[in-house]
């Protein structure tokens, strides 16, 4: 018998996340952290990521009120990084960091008229001018999701600064686009399965671009019209990402079929456990602690930490790898980032598990430790590494919430 069959016979009792109790755990109290140091190393990371000047830092401004993620690795500034930045102001209460990125964002991004009307251009060179037209998925509900936690936090203002305005618009054109653009344009979610997609043209998804928690809150922010669509949206996403795990690692690929299996892009790559897959772990874990446990998910993260345990614990070995476990010719891209998505795994795991398995409990709460004790990048390809430390330290601090 598996241990999620196992121990979904002894956790008989439904436990509810933290939008219905208002309850965050703080998991790295239980690796021995103290909340002094836990905040410290929140409000440390925070300066670092977003002080120019500091060596960890990828945040800049235009000096015409504008601030943007710069992707150190390609030179760019992307609707990835700009919504990362948006979800970890409002995280800090950080109203000014917020605007300032929403602010360039809605210069250069946003597309007014056309196919992609509504939606944002996914790459831009530092001075705005766009490296491409069409949009990625990932942004765009990252955008919604922080401007709806926004708005609940600070309140609606004067365009562009009406958060909430801002984020129905957002979701009305990723499920109507093609009614509101005549034809012209394509949803970002596949009207026929509810599930995300690529890009608006393709039939196809990354499994990491899954985020039912998200779903959840537009299931009751965004138009009343539209709520019935996110609330399935959620029930996909959670049905689909236990598809595209592998079922002895727990590795999803980087792009897959809607049944999971894994895609390879015409431009190569995609079918691997790569840059954009790592961030699953962290999704399954914020899915827990927002709207409750599943066993599915338990089983996914004990296997992503079993793995990596049985890899060795040097980052700096790490490799790419096959979904099967396999290793590549190349080492991990970012493997700072890859530690703290493994270390987010404990969130999907304790949350279901508690401390039934002291095996399963202490290998967390090391992951959680060795993570918690690595310091952020100060190399070129810093960018991606610092954001899912960032999210992940939020995440196992109790600090990733809903407002």
């Not at 700009?82 to 930045?85: A, D, E, I, N, V």
């Given at each position: 018998m598996s241990d999620?069959?196992?121990?979904?016979?002894?956790?008989t009792e439904i436990k509810k996340g933290a939008f219905y109790t208002g309850e965050y755990p703080n998991l790295l109290a239980k690796a021995g952290f103290t909340e002094d140091e836990i905040n410290s190393r929140i409000n440390?990371?925070?300066?670092?990521?977003?002080?120019?000047?500091e060596p960890q830092c990828i945040y800049g401004e235009d000096g015409e009120g504008g601030g943007f993620l710069i992707d150190t690795g390609n030179d760019d500034v992307r609707t990835e990084g700009?919504?990362?930045?948006m979800m970890m102001a409002v995280q800090m209460d950080r109203q000014d960091i917020f605007n300032k990125i929403w602010r360039w964002t809605k210069r250069y991004m946003w597309h007014a008229d056309g196919k992609y009307e509504g939606y944002f251009a996914w790459s831009c060179n530092l001075d705005g001018t766009r490296r491409a037209q069409g949009p990625a998925p990932d942004g765009e509900e990252y955008f919604a999701a922080a401007l709806f936690l926004a708005?609940?936090?600070?309140?609606?203002?004067?365009?562009?600064?009406d958060y909430s305005v801002q984020a129905r618009d957002i979701l009305r054109h990723c499920v109507h686009q093609h009614t509101l653009t005549g034809g012209a344009g394509e949803p970002m979610w596949d009207p026929d399965n509810y599930l995300i997609r690529f890009v608006p043209e393709t039939k196809w998804t990354d499994p990491s671009y899954h985020l039912p928690h998200f779903y959840e809150i537009f299931a009751r922010r965004a138009d009343e019209c539209d709520h019935e669509f996110?609330?399935?949206?959620?029930?996909?996403?959670?049905?689909?990402?236990?598809?595209?795990?592998?079922?002895?690692?727990?590795?999803?690929?980087?792009?897959?079929?809607?049944?999971?299996r894994p895609k390879r892009a015409q431009w190569g790559g995609g079918s691997s456990f790569y840059s954009d897959a790592y961030r699953v772990a962290i999704n399954i874990g914020l899915d827990s602690i927002w709207f409750g446990p599943r066993p599915e998910y338990a089983q996914i993260a004990r296997n992503i930490q079993r793995f990596f345990d049985s890899v060795g614990r040097d980052i700096t070995k790490w490799m790419d790898y096959e979904i099967d476990g396999t290793p590549k010719s190349r080492p991990a891209l970012h493997p700072v980032g890859?530690?703290?998505?493994?270390?987010a795994a404990s969130a999907a795991i304790l949350t279901y598990d508690g401390t039934q398995d002291s095996k399963v409990e202490k290998l967390c709460l090391d992951w959680m430790r060795l993570f918690f004790e690595t310091p952020l990048r100060t190399d070129k390809r810093r960018y991606f590494d610092s954001d899912l430390c960032f999210f992940t330290l939020l995440l196992l601090s109790g600090r990733y919430r809903i407002w």
């Open positions: 999620m069959k196992k121990n979904s016979a002894e956790n440390e990371w925070f300066y670092q990521m977003f002080t120019p000047g700009q919504s990362y930045g708005s609940a936090r600070w309140g609606d203002g004067e365009p562009p600064f996110w609330h399935r949206a959620a029930d996909a996403s959670r049905a689909f990402i236990p598809k595209a795990a592998h079922p002895e690692t727990g590795l999803c690929p980087e792009y897959s079929e809607y049944d999971g890859l530690l703290a998505t493994v270390a």
